[in-house]
């Protein structure tokens, strides 16, 4: 599952972005309302969660949703700010937002309400990517399906999740960190390898190929229940 955060406060945003990538999530941030539609548009993701008070205005949240709703999109939009009054809410929610959640919030309260809005999204179905060797990824449930005794660390299943979630794409391993170590590590393109590995004697030689002189992408799959 990949997020788009918009949080202008560097450290919520570290304590976010850490919360939820342990939880499996590929997140993406912005500090602010204009890089944020940009994201929107150049990207594809399954939740935005938005501040509202954001560097362009105390509002520019809701005129981000307002911005993004116009363009047709209808991925859920999430609020969530320290404005908790009343008002606030109702105009997140006639904007385009459909959660708000106030600060300071507890972390297993976000997290069900993630899970809570993507699923209504698909229709409450689930959505699972039949991967090679007839192993079955359930990105909804996060659980791996086909193989027994895999345990996949965190950062292992972000990265499965990234090639199922994009089937066929061929990733340089540059991409690949920025996607799941995220753009500001420092971790070397080695490590991909080390985890390419290591998923490869994990799941099989089958799940991962390398494609020369680009990187890697996973092996051909079909989409099964997946919500259109």
């Known amino acids: 599952m990949r997020v788009l955060l918009v949080e202008d406060d560097p450290r919520l945003a570290r304590l976010i972005l850490s919360g939820l990538s342990e939880d499996g999530l590929i997140v993406d941030h912005s500090p602010n309302a204009t890089i944020g539609l940009n994201m929107t548009e150049l990207e594809t993701f399954d ?8 560097p362009e205005g105390s509002e520019a949240g809701f005129g981000l949703a307002r911005a993004v709703r116009k363009r047709q999109d209808h991925t859920p939009i999430l609020f969530l700010t320290a404005r908790a009054d009343m008002d606030s809410k109702v105009a997140g929610l006639e904007t385009g937002g459909d959660d708000y959640l106030a600060k300071p919030f507890d972390f297993r309260e976000l997290h069900a309400r993630i899970r809570a809005l993507v699923r209504r999204a698909k229709g409450g ?3 699972v990517v039949a991967l090679p060797l ?16 895999a345990n996949l660390t965190p ?13 066929g ?8 960190i920025e996607r799941v170590w995220r753009e500001d590590s420092e971790v070397d393109q080695k490590v991909v390898d080390v985890y390419v590995s290591t998923l490869r004697r994990k799941l099989g030689e089958g799940i991962i190929d390398t494609v020369r002189g680009t990187g890697y992408r ?5 989409l099964v229940g997946r919500a259109s």
């Open 155 to 167: 950062t292992e299943y972000a990265l499965l999740e990234c090639f199922a979630l994009n089937p």
């Open 125 to 127: 179905s689930s959505n």
């Open 218 to 222: 996973l092996g051909k799959l079909e």
């Open 47 to 54: 939740l935005y969660i938005l501040d509202v008070m954001l």
């Open 134 to 149: 007839g192993l079955t990824l359930d990105i909804g449930s996060k659980e791996l399906l086909g193989v027994s005794g």
């Open 169 to 176: 794409r061929a990733y340089s391993r540059g991409a690949l």
